[in-house]
């Protein structure tokens, strides 16, 4: 059995990245087609300018060492000099046309890269953000537009005109001498081939290492500034400093090895073309020596070479360029080929939602690769209006419930139906800005409190937006702000406390006005004032819809039509909450009891810590 080496796989797989990178770049330059047109016709006729100018630099000096000054040596040399300056006035020309077209293509290919990456990573899964820093997923993509840039003027700016180059260097030599042309041809292309196999051999693996390495330290920073807060808490910036330290340490030696062998690949090949440069040179000595070649001549082959010999040395940083900006687009050009989490089925149509039912039809679901599924052919009505709560163990499946109602996961048997419909079979941002949510822990955006709360309904008016703070008790401390609605509330809301974050979410579900409402452990966490705000607030946003309340604190759901229990996938128990305290051996009312009791001792300690200060207060 034969055993691939490791240098061999690295080897294929810079290869496969390789295409992958430049057939992605090619979709999108196909769809910018006439500018990319424009942009290699005015570098091929700049470039063919560069080539003509030898042959007549040769003529001119060919004039010049004749020694005659007859009338004919003049015209000769006014020609080849009128001659070089036209085409010198083309090359500036072309060029100059060639970089407003670049200019053109590149910014809307990158502004087309970047919005399409964003509407992707906006569709992945929930697991999928779960398993990835916000950091690093920003990095990816800001690396990969910016190497765009990179690519876009090495490919048409730099190797497209050295391509035409070196075939038509060596073909006007091969013209006059084919000794010298093969010469130059044959050079030429050993030289491309050597820095074609040191780019893909040696520096494309280090590369893809040092921007795996560069992804994570943007996580890493990422993850420490967003939990800046956590950090003071526990004093903990010498530790975060430590831990990033180890981060950049391994980073900084991926890319000095990188930088290294890149470093000696450009040795490598500047002693190749230093080689060639000695056999094209001796070679013309010799054709002159033989008398195969004027002065004028030589000095053509020269230049020609002089030409060719730039182009050379630039080609070599050009590859090198267009490794670097393949391996930086690799992460951004791979989440074309990352499913999306839950994608829209063909066909799918907005979903109408007026009366609110709500049906779980025979679900069966697992998530990724359990076994087990969490569901086994589950089936539940809400009636259209009806308040439900949620009640169980973590990971009963109440948040599950929710997710799935969302459609964050697709079902694996069965089906959900809301009003009728089938959820699989409508678009899911219609059906999600039907599904009002407060979540257990509000995200907001680092933007004011106005369009925080006006997320759900973007055209609402001032006093819409000021009627929906009122009705869920955030008017009074919004009006408190230095800035009242127009306020920034800093990133994810950390200018907030808990509980104001939570009443600019339900502020924010009052404006949406969506016919079924989820409150997720709305009120988990929060002091007993902020808690009493809350709830009051809730009764008032659950009323006339359907609503599904997620409860661990019992005392949010008591006035509830209907709650289910959940346990291991299954609803054990189901009814209000009269009847549930009074089942004998219920989980529900087990966890009632519980809480009950804690309540219970946390009232004793408060009054004992009374008693305690009365004493002192006496003494």
Known sequence: MSRTSPQNSDHRKSRNVVREVLAFLMRHWRREAWCVAGIAVSMLVATGADLLLPVFSGRLVDAVASGAAHASTLRAAGYAIAAMAGLGAVLALARYLAFLGIVRLTVRLMTRMASDAFWRVQRFSTDWHANNFAGSIVRRITRGIWAVDMMDDTLL?????????????????????????LLVGAGALAYVGVSVALSLGLIAPAARLSNAQDTRMGGALADAITCNTAVKSFGAEGREDARLRKVLLKWGGRTRRTWMFASHSGAAQMIALLALRTLVVGCAAWLWWRGRATAGDVTFVLTSYFIVHGYLRDTGQHIANLQRSVNEM????????????????AGARPIRVTAGEIVFDRVTFRYGMQVDPLFRDFSIRIEPGERVGLVGHSGSGKTTFVKLLHRLYDVTGGRIIVD?????????????????????????????????????RPGAKPWEIEE??????AHAFIERQAKGYATLVGERGVKLSGGERQRVALA??????????VLDEATSSLDSESEALIQEAMQR??????????????????MLDRILVFDNGEVVEEGRHDDLVRMTGGIYRRLFERQALGLLAREEDAFLDEDELDEEAVS
């Open 508 to 517: 924010r579900a009052f404006l949406a006005n969506a016919p079924v409402l």
């Open 157 to 181: 700016l730099a190797l497209l005109p050295a391509v035409l180059v070196l075939i038509g260097c060596p073909l006007l030599l091969g013209w006059r001498w084919p000794a010298m042309g």
């Open 541 to 558: 946003l659950i009323a006339g819809r359907t609503a599904i309340v997620i409860a661990h604190r019992l005392a949010t759901v008591r």
């Open 330 to 345: 690799e992460d951004m050009v791979g989440f074309e080929s990352q499913p999306l989490g839950v994608a829209d089925r």
């Open 468 to 473: 929906a703070a009122r009705l869920a008790n």
């Open 420 to 456: 009728g419909q089938d959820i699989a079979h409508v678009t899911q941002d219609s059906l999600r800005a039907q599904l009002a949510l407060v979540p257990q822990e509000p995200i907001l955006f680092h933007r004011s409190l106005k369009e925080n709360i006006a997320y759900g």
